[in-house]
């Protein structure tokens, strides 16, 4: 499937991508939020699981008002645990690490920071996982999911549609790499994506993306090690990774990396 090939769809806020497989059907929800969210939905013989909460109050009920002819049968809450005003009696599905994180770990400071940059239109609040869930495979509403744990949370592959659920990629846009050794750790991760031959990488803040895509991010994960050897302080890093990369987004992601490597 290529990551283009979908039919779009524009909501009163946010925009829908649908990507049609046959018998299974990928709908890609670009929030237009302050956070660029995505949330992506699965949907398979009138049966729906969701990938993501939104976590802005319009977002929320601008998605459930689209979902409101399929039958949503449950929400994988990994990355991204508020928003619990959104779908709150669904069943709701995590890995132990993913629920600490965003009750009392990483998570949790975000949602904290959020809260504090957004004000009342952001909801803070944390969606109550109600099933546990390991390492393996699962079916939820019929569609296959296989469950990969990861440091902070976990990803998703989804074997259907040849795709896997990550938190961040973003071809041309920073993210929030943690210092070197997270830049080694994303670098592998994508490096295993590409050896697995997945044809479409969904993330939390990026549309669906490809394999070129990894690639990419790849070499700019590899620059940037590069780039923060040669830097004193975290103003001179930002400098230089704004000189050679003038048109990538996400300058909030790129102050916090900015942080995590010159603390």
Same mark, same amino acid.
């Given at each position: 499937?290529?990551?283009?090939?979908?039919?779009?769809?524009?909501?009163?806020?946010? @925009?829908?991508?649908?990507?049609? %497989?046959?018998?299974?059907?990928?709908?890609?929800?670009?929030?237009?939020?302050?956070?660029?969210? @995505?949330? &992506?939905?699965? $949907?398979?013989?009138?049966?729906?699981?969701?990938? @993501?909460? !939104?976590? %802005? %109050?319009?977002?929320? $009920?601008?998605?459930?008002?689209?979902?409101?002819? #399929?039958?949503?049968?449950?929400?994988?809450?990994?990355?991204?645990?508020?928003?619990? /005003? &959104?779908? !709150? #009696?669904? !069943?709701?599905?995590?890995?132990?690490?993913?629920?600490?994180?965003?009750?009392?770990?990483?998570?949790? /400071?975000?949602?904290?920071? =959020?809260?504090?940059?957004?004000?009342?239109? =952001?909801?803070?609040?944390?969606?109550?996982?109600?099933?546990?869930?390991?390492?393996?495979? +699962?079916?939820?509403?019929?569609?296959?999911? +296989?469950?990969?744990?990861?440091?902070? *949370? %976990?990803?998703?592959?989804? !074997?259907? +549609?040849?795709?896997?659920?990550?938190?961040?990629?973003?071809?041309?846009?920073?993210?929030?790499?943690?210092?070197?050794?997270?830049?080694? *750790?994303?670098?592998?991760?994508?490096? /295993?994506?590409?050896?697995?031959?997945?044809?479409?990488?969904?993330?939390?803040?990026?549309?669906?993306?490809?394999?070129?895509?990894? $690639?990419?991010?790849?070499?700019?994960?590899?620059?940037?090690?590069?780039?923060?050897?040669?830097?004193?302080?975290?103003?001179? &890093?930002?400098? $230089?990774?704004?000189?050679?990369?003038?048109?990538?987004?996400?300058?909030?992601?790129?102050?916090?990396?900015?942080? &995590?490597?010159? /603390?």
């Amino acid at each position: 499937m290529n990551k283009n090939t979908c039919k779009s769809i524009k909501l009163n806020k946010g @925009e829908i991508g649908i990507y049609d %497989f046959g018998t299974i059907k990928l709908h890609a929800y670009k929030t237009n939020d302050f956070i660029d969210d @995505e949330v &992506f939905i699965i $949907e398979k013989n009138g049966k729906s699981v969701i990938i @993501e909460s !939104p976590c %802005f %109050f319009d977002n929320n $009920e601008e998605l459930t008002d689209y979902l409101k002819n #399929t039958k949503v049968k449950g929400m994988l809450i990994s990355y991204h645990g508020a928003g619990a /005003s &959104f779908m !709150p #009696t669904i !069943p709701k599905y995590a890995t132990q690490n993913a629920a600490d994180y965003s009750l009392n770990g990483g998570g949790k /400071s975000l949602i904290d920071s =959020f809260t504090s940059a957004f004000g009342t239109c =952001f909801d803070s609040s944390v969606h109550k996982i109600t099933d546990i869930i390991d390492e393996e495979k +699962i079916t939820i509403g019929g569609i296959d999911f +296989i469950i990969k744990q990861t440091k902070e *949370a %976990f990803d998703i592959v989804i !074997p259907e +549609i040849n795709a896997v659920y990550t938190h961040m990629l973003g071809h041309d846009c920073h993210s929030i790499v943690a210092g070197a050794n997270h830049a080694d *750790a994303i670098i592998a991760q994508l490096r /295993s994506y590409i050896a697995n031959g997945y044809d479409l990488i969904l993330t939390s803040h990026y549309t669906p993306e490809d394999l070129k895509d990894a $690639e990419t991010k790849i070499a700019y994960l590899e620059n940037l090690k590069v780039i923060a050897t040669g830097c004193s302080n975290a103003n001179s &890093f930002k400098s $230089e990774i704004e000189k050679q990369y003038p048109k990538y987004s996400g300058q909030n992601y790129l102050e916090m990396t900015a942080g &995590f490597f010159f /603390s």
